[in-house]
């Protein structure tokens, strides 16, 4: 049986392959041209019924054929997040070239950020309850009513029996999932994992949020996500999953991969007073310094950062001021984009979304623009990459993301 590595000095830790099913694009390829032209994933929702309300667009995957990238076997009782985030898995298997056999499979783990994923299923399933009787369920839906159901079905499809973790932190869940493999790639429990996050665009979820009126347009105003700018006014919901092949350097070039990436730093803080207006910097500004000192990189030395903004006001406002305050006389000159103007909130598959979208500003040279921006907002004035591409060489990345709620993460990437 292969053995982990022994050197005892830091590992670095890569990206050999991405996996991406979005609005905009499936395949990392597709999601890449999808970001560098500009493209808007939102149009109107096919999956269920909105004609109660005044939202009927959302970030929905169509042209979606699960069984193109997993097969038939056992594809029914799957339900739709574990559908997209198993898909992504295979997408980003074959991108890495990963083969995963009896030798390596124990050293090879999983880790999944979700959130809503299983929702949707919890409440068909007690709707079934409830109207027939316990005893008449379908118990082979059951397994879809836990949250660790997709991480799980990942390591079941592709034989994988290394660690498998779920991440439940809201929108930070999927960097968290990242950071988290990345630690036990470090300390040489692992030698490759599947990272990321998936979310499902639902009835159960849309409604929730459309009642609580965080949607864009629940109040009847027009809909539109464009994040920074002074309209803004609500999320648009999307759904989507991404996953990322982490290794270690060695392992990497053991096999010969092709190294997208190099994680170099991540940052963590939470925030117990934290409240979901977003009034103060929410411990953002400490995560982003604890991967810079990891990184062992200067403020300076950033030359793109990839924002958590949503097109809400609290968030865009508070990540703007921690922007500038952390980066002092560089934050209007580091440039700045949210590319939740082109596939919406996805709440836990947001970071992953974003990490992906960065690993392809790195590895092709263009900085994904901030679509949707008209209008200037006095307390958003840094440099959004306003509604076009640019191209720019990137050696250093950041990736940021801020829950309402008190989690807080930062992750930095740099070129291979």
């Known amino acids: 049986m292969k053995s982990l590595t022994t050197n005892n000095t830091e590992r670095d830790i890569v990206i050999t392959g991405i996996g991406v099913v979005s609005p905009i694009g499936i395949g990392k390829d597709s999601y890449w041209d999808g970001l560098k032209q500009g493209k808007s994933g939102f149009k109107a929702i096919s999956l269920f019924d909105t004609s109660g309300g005044n939202v009927h ?10 069984e193109v990238y997993i097969g038939k076997k056992d594809l ?10 198993t898909s992504a898995a295979r997408l980003a298997i074959d991108d ?7 030798e390596n499979t124990h050293y090879i783990g999983v880790s999944v950020g979700t959130t809503f ?13 409830l109207r027939e009787g316990p005893r008449f369920v379908n118990p082979s839906l059951f397994p879809n009513t836990v949250i660790n159901s997709p991480a799980s079905q990942v390591s079941i499809r592709f034989r994988i029996k290394g660690f ?7 929108f930070c869940a999927s960097l968290d999932a990242l950071t988290y493999a990345a630690d036990f790639i470090r300390l040489k429990r692992a030698e490759a994992v599947l990272a990321g996050g998936v979310e499902e665009l639902c009835e159960e979820t849309f409604t929730g949020f459309y009642t609580l009126g965080f949607l864009s347009g629940a109040d009847g105003s027009p809909q539109i996500c464009c994040p920074f700018d002074a309209r803004r006014n609500g999320i648009i919901l999307s ?27 991540y940052g963590n803080s939470f925030t117990p007073d934290s409240n979901k207006n977003l009034n103060s910097d929410n411990g953002l500004g400490t995560a982003i310094k604890l991967a810079l000192r990891e990184a062992c990189l200067d403020v300076g030395e950033i030359d793109y950062i ?18 500038r305050e952390i980066f002092g006389k560089y934050s209007h000159t580091i440039p700045v984009s949210s590319i939740k ?14 990490l992906s979208a960065t690993v392809g500003a790195i590895h092709k040279g263009f900085l994904p623009p901030t679509i949707n921006y008209a209008e200037k907002d006095p307390q958003c004035n840094l440099d959004y990459v306003p509604n076009e591409a640019r191209e720019k060489s990137i050696n250093t990345a950041l990736v940021i993301s801020s829950d309402p709620y008190g989690n807080n993460t930062a992750v930095v990437l740099e070129k291979a």
């Open 96 to 102: 890495a070239g990963l083969d995963i056999n009896e």
């Open 164 to 170: 498998n973790t779920t991440i439940s932190t809201g």
């Open 117 to 129: 994923g299983s929702l949707h299923s919890i409440a068909q399933f007690d709707l079934a309850g």
């Open 341 to 354: 103007s082109m596939v919406g909130e996805t709440f836990s598959a947001s970071g992953a979304l974003s």
């Open 306 to 323: 990839s924002a958590s903004a949503n097109s809400t006001k609290g968030l865009d406002r508070m990540e703007t001021g921690v922007l």
């Open 239 to 265: 759904e989507g999953a991404a996953i990322l092949v982490l290794e270690s350097r060695e392992h990497a070039l053991g096999r010969g991969a092709t190294i997208l990436a190099k994680v170099s730093g």
């Open 57 to 66: 667009v959302a970030g929905e995957v169509v042209d979606f054929d699960p």
């Open 76 to 85: 029914r009782i799957l339900d739709r997040s574990t559908k997209l985030i």
